[in-house]
């Protein structure tokens, strides 16, 4: 079995610390991209590398040595349309270009479900919304094998283990653990899951089951969700 070595990129916030915590109980190594030296020691005690980047800049180093890549970096809501361009677009887009150029296996990106028709979010969310879907598209036209997930609103409660897929035709949007996207994510690099976009909200079908249906079920069965056709 080769071997894989992620980067995690986004390690310090929210959904990224939980997606690096399940890469260490999964004994997946990993490089944590981090922004500030404060915060290493975190990482280093989950055995994790640490890289040192602004995703402002160039950070194409970190992508050294590695096979796979986790974007789970956001801009906070508070923080207005230029970092929502920087971090939630443009950061991405060069992300997709570093891992393209190192031949990376793959790229798991984590969007959100309200990048399906970015006009019909609240006024607060469109710009955002709008981002993360010129994002989308641009990893899956880039060549990368890539897992894009958008989750609907996330929640901060544990992990619940199951979730329903979602559409853009979707209604109900119930939220979905933070914990539990870190799982989906974390999964779709062991189990290899390749060119898919993954759209879901909280639920009851368990992420066990939905994952290995995606991963047995012939590709062009989900074309109509990929963004390609967006």
């Known amino acids: 079995m080769t071997t894989r070595k992620v980067l995690l990129i986004g390690a310090h916030g929210r959904t990224g610390r939980l997606i690096a915590?399940?890469?260490?109980?999964?004994?997946?190594?990993?490089?944590?991209?981090l922004r500030k030296s404060a915060h290493k020691s975190e990482f280093t005690a989950m055995g994790a590398e640490i890289v040192l980047g602004d995703l402002t800049n160039d950070f194409s180093h970190a992508f050294?040595?590695?096979?796979?890549?986790?974007?789970?970096a956001g801009s906070a809501?508070?923080?207005?349309?230029?970092?929502?361009?920087a971090i939630d677009r443009d950061a991405?887009?060069?992300?997709?270009?570093?891992a393209k150029r190192r031949r990376v296996q793959q790229l798991v990106a984590i969007s959100a479900l309200s990048a399906f028709d970015p006009q019909r979010s609240g006024f607060a969310l469109r710009h955002y919304s709008r981002m993360k879907r010129e994002a989308d598209e641009y990893i899956?036209?880039?060549?990368?094998?890539?897992?894009?997930?958008r989750p609907g609103p996330l929640s901060d409660e544990p992990a619940h283990g199951a979730i329903a897929l979602a559409n853009e035709?979707?209604?109900?949007?119930?939220?979905?653990a933070r914990a539990d996207v870190a799982r989906i994510a974390v999964q779709c690099v062991t189990l290899g899951i390749g060119n898919r976009m993954i759209a879901f909200t909280g639920g009851d079908e368990p992420i066990d089951v939905v994952l290995h249906a995606l991963t047995h079920e012939p590709m062009h069965a989900h074309h109509h969700a990929a963004p390609t056709s967006l």
């Open 77 to 85: 809501e508070t923080e207005g349309v230029h970092e929502e361009r």
């Open 169 to 176: 035709l979707t209604k109900s949007k119930p939220d979905v």
């Open 21 to 33: 915590q399940r890469l260490h109980d999964e004994a997946v190594p990993f490089r944590a991209m």
């Open 64 to 72: 050294d040595d590695i096979t796979h890549v986790i974007y789970a």
């Open 92 to 98: 991405v887009m060069r992300t997709a270009d570093y």
């Open 140 to 149: 899956a036209h880039r060549g990368v094998p890539y897992a894009i997930l």
